[in-house]
Every structure is written in C-alpha cells, then in structure tokens.
C-alpha cells in the first residue's frame, strides 16, 4: 500500500511517522510532482496538480473538518472524500464559543479594560435569558457547542439546512426557518460549512435580523461574513460586537479594519486545531475499514458540499 501526504502549510515528518507506525510496510511519503501513484491521500487543501496526477486513488482523507478547498478541485469520480468526524476538535470548539459568549455575556472585557486603567468598577448583573444565543450549523462540532452552551442555561436555538433534533435547543432548519431563527438570537455562532448556500451568509440583512445588541462569532470561514456589513452594523450600533476566528485572507492583513475596532476581538485561526494523533488514528481506522470493504463515517457528499 501506498500513502501520498499532501497538506499545504503542514509539518509533514510526524504525519508521515505517524502513518508509518498505524501501517508498517506500507510507502508512506510526502508528494511531490511526478511522484508514483498511492493508494491513498492524506491532504490539507492540495493542488489540482495532485489531483490529476493521482489517478488510482481508493480514497482521499482530509486532515480537518472543513472540506471547502477540496471542493473547488475537479475530483476524481467515484473516490470517496473523507473528512474527520472529530478528532478533538469539537470539545475545542465548545470551549472557545462558550469562552467568547462568557466574555461577553460578563461584559469581561470592559472589566478587563477598567484594570488596565487601575479602576475597580461594577456593571450590573446581566439576565441569559436576556441573551438566546443560535448557532449556525449542527453537525459534530455545532451539536457540541450547543449542548455546552445549554449547560450554562443560556436559551439556545440552532439553524441547520436539513431538519435536526437536539434536546435542550430549539431547532430552525432549511431557507424558511432562517428568518425566525435569526430574529430569536442575541448572540450569533457559525459553524457552517462553506458551500455556495452559506458563501456570505452573515451579511447586511441577516445581520440586521438578530435582535438589537447582536453579538457575532465567526469560527467556520470567513468566506461565510461580509466584513463591511459586519463594521456597518457595529457602528451603527445594532450589534454590540464580535469575536472572530477565521477571515477571507490569513493571516489577517496588517492594514484591515478588524485588526483596530474596539468592538472586535480578533483570534489566529485558533479556535479548533487538528490533533496530529487523533487524526492518525482516525484516517487510519478509515483507511482499514475502506481495506476491509467496510463503510465508513465521514464521507462527503460532493452534490451537498460536505
């Protein structure tokens, strides 16, 4: 068997270590152009190039949950895609949302601005209910958000383009339940895929559909946001802020607006990072089950873009 290793922007010696302990025998090996056709491909937003030059691929596994990269290539017909279904990255995931909505829930950045300052100040207690928070998309990682931000008693309320059930949360799906769905939250989440559907989504009138004092938190793509609708809605003051992990360029250019406005708090594409190990482990036991004629979880569907 043979392993082609192909993940831009990625430290490849421990993956391919990695690989080599989960299948000892097998060719494991970072791509390079003209490189020997492999059995399987392990990838992080590879080139067209790869794609056509590996013509005998059983299957191709992404190292992340996002596939939006890997559908913008013309893939190979009839080779599975598979994403990781977890691989730690949800409980990642909770913890940073639920930090983001804590923080600015306790209104704890003002205290934070006041120390700075040497001022012991007092702001006065703030209601959840005063705060439903909806979280776009419910799959692995939206579902666990939600149940965490549920376990502090906010009202939550999830928007899912097919119909989901999740107890504890309130839950809109498909293009009629957007509008409700967005007039019901304070606080807004995405964790959508990036698809043609959800390209732009967060944008001037959605936006404006959340209730006054909206907060944002962007940790899926920053392809899903218009930033200047974003800065038009906070000046305005209908939205009260944002904490933003993920942007249409990254890193963050030095000269744009996020980087200076008060109302934004601004995170590197931090806020759920792949665990070399668990991931080995996954892609491994997929790879096994493909092997072994088995079905596995994870796969993507091309038609719906995740």
Sequence with gaps: MRISFCCTGTKAQPWLEGLRDAFPGAEVETWSAGAPLADYAVVWTPPQQFIDEQTQLKGIFNIGAGVDALMALRLPPGV?????????????????????????????GGYEADAAEGKWTYRKPRMRQD???????????????????????????????SARTIPGVQ????????????????????????????????????????????????????SHLVD???????????????????????PLPAAHPFWQHSKITVTPHTSARTLRDESIAQIAGKIAALQGGQPVSGIVDPARGY
């Excluded at 990781?84 to 990642?92: C, E, F, N, P, Y």
């Excluded at 928070?133 to 502090?152: K, P, T």
């Excluded at 509008?179 to 698809?195: E, G, K, M, Q, Y």
């Excluded at 038009?232 to 942007?247: E, I, K, M, P, R």
Aim: with cysteine; net charge negative; glycine share 10%.
């Design 80 to 108: 599975p895609v598979v994403r990781l279904d977890d691989a730690g990255m949800s409980v990642q995931m909770a913890e940073y949302v639920c930090h983001a909505v804590i923080r600015h829930f306790r209104e704890l």
């Design 131 to 161: 705060f439903p928070v909806g979280v776009m998309g419910l799959g692995i990682l939206g579902e666990r958000v939600s149940r965490a931000l549920a376990q502090f008693e906010f009202p939550v309320q999830g928007w899912s383009r």
């Design 171 to 222: 839950c809109f799906s498909g293009e009629s339940g957007l509008n409700d769905f967005l007039a019901a939250s304070r606080i807004l989440v995405c964790l959508l895929p990036l698809t043609p559907d959800t390209d732009n989504i967060m944008r001037h009138d959605t936006l404006a559909r959340l209730q006054p004092g909206g907060y944002v938190i962007n940790v899926a793509r920053g």
């Design 228 to 250: 200047d609708d974003l800065i038009a809605l906070l000046d305005s003051g209908h939205l009260a802020g944002a904490t933003l992990d993920v942007f249409r360029t990254e």
